[in-house]
């Protein structure tokens, strides 16, 4: 059973910057990624990482976003800069310790964190 934990959640103004981290129990994560959640919508892909190196942002977000990982930590991070409020969600990290082939949809993984809450106001 892999665990995640995420942080880096927060209330933010518009404008502002947040780092999200989730940091996993196993070191064998071959697929992760993060997703968000708004009230009333479906849970939706934000961006996906690989250990061999790949990675996959959604068509919905811009460069505003930045997924990275560090394989010694065992943690994935996502950079959100210039904050709007329609970002305003949980955050939510899933992890796999196989290759998904759609890494951005939720389906395909095994593993959720149990969310952070990013909330940006105007």
């Known amino acids: 059973q892999v665990q995640l934990v995420e942080s880096g959640g927060g209330s933010v103004q518009a404008g502002g910057s947040l780092k999200l981290s989730c940091t996993a129990s196993?070191?064998?994560?071959?697929?992760w990624g993060w997703f968000r959640q708004a009230p009333g919508k479906e849970r939706e892909g934000v961006a996906a990482a690989t250990a061999a190196g790949s990675r996959y942002y959604a068509d919905s977000v811009d460069d505003r976003f930045t997924i990275s990982q560090d394989s010694a930590k065992n943690t994935l991070y996502l950079q959100i800069n210039s904050l709007k409020p329609e970002d305003t969600a949980m955050y939510y990290c899933?992890?796999?310790?196989?290759?998904?082939?759609?890494?951005?949809?939720?389906?395909?993984?095994?593993?959720w964190g149990q969310g952070t809450q990013v909330t940006v106001s105007s």
């Open positions: 899933a992890a796999d310790l196989a290759y998904i082939k759609y890494p951005l949809k939720p389906t395909g993984y095994n593993y």
């Open positions: 196993d070191t064998h994560i071959l697929t």
